[in-house]
């Protein structure tokens, strides 16, 4: 049998079981949490790249002395000493790299040793791949086996970065925001598998706990669920090469190669919650992101322009549901109420979209494969890595009524071409068809 390890307050505990039965639920057999993980003494997720500079976050079981040695090809390797406490993750920054160059590097830490890769911001025309998911949950329609085949896929791509688009953490679904805690140290193990070969980019969920509005009992959980990501994934900070950052939500952008990428947070500004139908209003980027989009969007020369967010801000219901069919309502495209609810900002988000030629949108939340089109924009519902069955019977509920539908779960590998972008929805499927491609399409360059 393997044993979990959980990370608890800095210490190690050996834990046994297949799943962690949250009480407490609101109404109803309590939510099931699968926060079980292989034991791991050593393991690093890069992230925060740059043109120059990269942070490996590197965690260990036992406190030590570590060796890192890194390089490039036809480069002499570099090596330095990392000191590591037990069971805390610590942030190891590299700078003076080379632009656009694909870096090896080994961790060993007595007989532990760990070897992976990391890439540099590319230049522009050069061609690239990156991949991205939405709503790993590790809930009770989780497979942990089948989130790990999706995550070793992606390994097996060797794309550039990861994109995460959130429902990750889950911290809204415990009765206490550290009650949740496993949840980020089960994450940590599982983003390790990727994160030890390339970056990897987070965009929050509803359910990750960094939000505007107050839960249950009145509580905030937005200060200790930034921390906690903080602690356990490299940190985006606003500098010559990252936009947006603020100190406070989660949304920036960054130029890879020909294209700009954008992180959008529905979150941390809206402050009241959707309660139906029509106060969908309520969600918001807030001012200060809606224009800062708005900025990164008008000086960007790109070829292509990719959009990633948890949910519409907006949408059908309480909860936001939907693509293409939502994309004309409240903040995100409702052209007719738009000056008198937003009055003095410039356009709803999809006619800005429209506007400045943005490719294509990446959205999760819905547990679902939809590929759709409006304006010549690709809205691309992101379906789960991790989800033990996977159909599209929910479509309906939700509001979608165009597009090629199809069930989770699996990943969306990107191949970015000087003139054409190639996306493929890779599957997620035991032994032989595993990997296989369930859609593929072709984006122009503008």
């Known amino acids: 049998m393997r044993l979990p390890i959980l990370l608890v307050s800095g210490a190690i505990a050996i834990g046994i079981g297949a799943a962690f039965v949250q009480q407490g639920g609101r109404g109803g057999p309590p939510p099931v949490f699968r926060t079980e993980y292989p034991a791991s003494k050593l393991n690093v997720i890069a992230g925060a790249p ?7 976050s590197v965690l260990a079981s036992t406190a030590g002395t570590a060796t890192l040695t890194y390089g490039a090809d036809k480069q002499p390797p570099k090596t ?19 632009a656009s160059a694909r870096y090896r590097y080994d961790l060993q830490m007595g007989e ?5 890769e990391f890439q540099t911001a590319r230049k522009a ?9 939405a709503d790993s949950h590790l809930d009770g329609n989780t497979d942990t086996q089948v989130y790990e085949r999706t995550l070793r896929n992606i390994v097996k791509d060797r794309p550039d970065f990861l994109v995460d688009l959130g429902d990750t953490f889950m911290v809204d679904k415990y009765p206490k925001p550290e009650d949740a805690l496993k949840q980020y140290q089960a994450q940590r193990y599982w983003f390790s ?8 980019f987070l965009c929050l969920g509803n359910h990750d706990g960094e939000v505007g509005w107050r839960g249950r009992g009145g509580i905030s959980s937005t200060e200790w669920s930034q921390a906690q990501r903080e602690a356990n994934f490299p940190v985006i900070s606003p500098d010559d090469f990252y936009s947006g950052a603020p100190r406070r939500g989660l949304y920036y952008s960054w130029k890879w190669g020909d ?6 947070d529905p979150f941390v500004a809206t402050t009241t919650k959707t309660r139906s139908d029509e106060d969908g209003w309520n969600w918001t980027l807030g001012e200060t992101q809606f224009r800062w989009f708005e900025k990164v969007l008008k000086t960007s020369n790109s070829k292509y322009k990719f959009i990633f967010i948890h949910h519409l801000v907006g949408g059908f219901g309480r909860e936001a549901r939907g693509g293409v069919e939502a994309s004309d309502k409240f903040e995100w495209g409702n052209k007719v109420d738009f000056s008198k609810q937003r009055s ?27 590929r759709q089109e409006r304006d010549g924009i690709t809205y691309l519902e992101v379906p789960q890595p991790s989800a033990s069955r996977g159909n599209t019977n929910s479509a309906e509920g939700y509001g979608y ?22 996306l493929e929805y890779v599957k997620s499927l035991p032994v032989s068809a595993n990997g296989s491609i369930a859609d593929s399409f072709e984006l122009k360059g503008r």
């Open 259 to 264: 294209a700009t990428f954008i992180v959008l």
């Open 50 to 56: 740059t043109t120059s500079s990269i942070t490996l």
């Open 125 to 133: 025309s050069e061609p690239f791949t990156f991949v991205f998911q």
């Open 344 to 370: 003095g900002w410039a356009e709803p988000i999809h006619e800005l979209m429209v506007k400045y030629g943005v490719t294509a949108l990446f959205h999760g939340h819905d547990h679902l494969y939809v």
């Open 401 to 422: 009524k165009s597009g090629k539908l199809l069930g989770s779960s699996g990943h969306i590998r990107v191949t970015v071409g000087p003139e054409r972008a190639k």
């Open 193 to 200: 598998i990727p994160g030890q070969a390339m970056s990897v």
């Open 112 to 116: 532990e040793k760990l070897s992976g």
């Open 80 to 98: 330095q000493t990392v000191t590591l406490k037990e069971g805390v993750p610590l942030p190891v920054r590299l700078t003076k790299l080379q």
